[in-house]
Structures are given as C-alpha cells and as structure tokens.
C-alpha cells in the first residue's frame, strides 16, 4: 500500500491469523486512513546483484527501477503442490487484488509439528491451506496459483524488515523466510 512510515507493535509470538491472507490487514489500514506525508519517500536502491543461497533454494536482488519478482515455487508434493513460475511488476493495485488475498498454507505432514512448537495457535482449516496427497483439506483455492502468490506475499513482507521500500528485480527459487531474511541481512 505503498506505506513506509508505521509503527506495528505485536505483543505475542505471531501475528493475529484472521483470515491467513492479507487482506484483512489491507482494509483495517485502510478504514484507519492512509495520510501522505510532505517528505520526500526514502527507497533502498541497489548499485549491483545481492544473491544468497542455501542447498536447492536461491534468491537473489538485482538492481531496477521497480519492483518486480520473479519467483519459482517448487516443493514436489504431487500435484497439488506442484511447481509453479511467476513473474510479476509489483503495485498497490497487483498487490491487493492478486497477492494479498493469498493464504499461508502448511503440508498436513508439518502442521502437528508446528502445533507441538507452539505456532499456528490461530489456526484451522479456514485460515490455512492444509495440503494432503488428496489436496486441500475441507477448503479451496482462492486461485490456481494461490501456493506461489502466497510465497510471493511472505517475501514481499520480508522485504519490509528494511523499513524502506526496495526498487529490485527479485529472481527467487524456492525461497522462504530464512533465505529471504539472509538476503536482507546481505543488503543491509
């Protein structure tokens, strides 16, 4: 939404699941209103490529004037969480009508995992994509895509621990929170 100047604070270890998209905190910023501010919008522009890997995952940022991901989601989990290639300019519009309505998803294999560390204390079959071999369990997709949106979102969000928006051409593999933080800290 193009905001770079709030404060969030979070008083647990997660944030509230709602509906396990991002489109409920789109409209709660929204009602609350959206004031732009005289001084000039302070942006991290990057003088060449950023890259981190680790194993079979990659990301790297290259320098642009914009913003744009390119992302390859690959998880070999049967068909339904079959690899998938994005490649898209990201903008306020793009964002909240193809990115942010995307929901996290979890395989049913990690999900009592999580439960047991502690995560996921919000969440159930409504908020969260939980994919067997048979597919989504006792929910559907909001898109075909909607795996590969929601990792696209996550990076997105990633990206904002630089406070200042990014001008980047994101190119990534199978990225995910650690990778995308490792990328973060290297462009810091």
């Given at each position: ?37 005289d001084s000039r919008r302070k942006v991290v522009v990057l003088k060449e490529p950023v890259c981190v890997d680790s ?95 929601h990792k696209i979102l996550e990076l997105i969000g990633d990206l904002y621990l630089l406070v200042k928006p990014i001008y980047t051409h994101i190119i990534a593999i199978k990225s995910g ?12």
């Amino acid at each position: 939404l193009r905001i770079d100047n709030l404060l969030i604070e979070v008083d647990n270890i997660e944030i509230p699941a709602l509906d396990g998209s991002a489109l409920s905190f789109i409209k709660i910023l929204k009602e609350a209103g959206i004031e732009e501010l005289d001084s000039r919008r302070k942006v991290v522009v990057l003088k060449e490529p950023v890259c981190v890997d680790s194993e079979d995952a990659f990301i790297c940022a290259m320098p642009s004037s914009k913003f744009k991901i390119s992302y390859t989601l690959d998880h070999n989990h049967s068909l339904y969480l079959k690899t998938q290639y994005l490649e898209i300019d990201i903008n306020e519009d793009i964002f909240e009508r193809d990115i942010a309505p995307s929901r996290t998803f979890v395989r049913e294999s990690e999900a009592e995992s999580l439960i047991k560390q502690g995560y996921g204390r919000g969440a159930d079959y409504e908020n969260t994509l939980v994919i067997s071999d048979n597919g989504v369990i006792k929910n559907k997709l909001r898109f075909e895509d909607e795996f590969l949106l929601h990792k696209i979102l996550e990076l997105i969000g990633d990206l904002y621990l630089l406070v200042k928006p990014i001008y980047t051409h994101i190119i990534a593999i199978k990225s995910g929170h650690f990778l995308n933080h490792q990328l973060i800290k290297k462009i810091q």
